[in-house]
């Protein structure tokens, strides 16, 4: 391994690491309810292809798929944070 490369390889996990730290400053806003809240809408939207409005429920079930991700994304951020805070 060249000198580069071998210093380079000992940045990556620093950095790494203060990247989901600053990211998850954004996640302050995280709250488990929202997460609940479009967990059942992608339930609403399966219930209503179940039902026989495909159409709408396809476009609820999505919708509700992304914001799951979203919400998800930011409540994991958090506890993430949380942890770091009670670590170090």
């Given at each position: 391994m060249t000198r580069t490369r071998q210093l380079r390889a000992l940045w990556?996990?620093?950095?790494?690491?203060?990247v989901v730290?600053?990211?998850c400053g954004a996640a302050?806003?995280?709250?488990?309810?929202?997460v609940d809240q479009a967990t059942k809408q992608v339930e609403q939207g399966a219930k209503q292809i179940g039902s026989g409005?495909?159409?709408p429920g396809v476009k609820q079930t999505a919708?509700?798929?992304g914001k799951?991700?979203?919400?998800g994304?930011?409540?994991s951020g958090?506890?993430?944070k949380e942890f770091f805070r009670k670590t170090f």
């Open positions: 990556v996990a620093p950095a790494f690491l203060a730290v600053l990211g302050g806003a995280a709250d488990k309810t929202k409005s495909v159409g919708k509700g798929i799951t991700v979203v919400e994304a930011k409540f958090e506890n993430i």
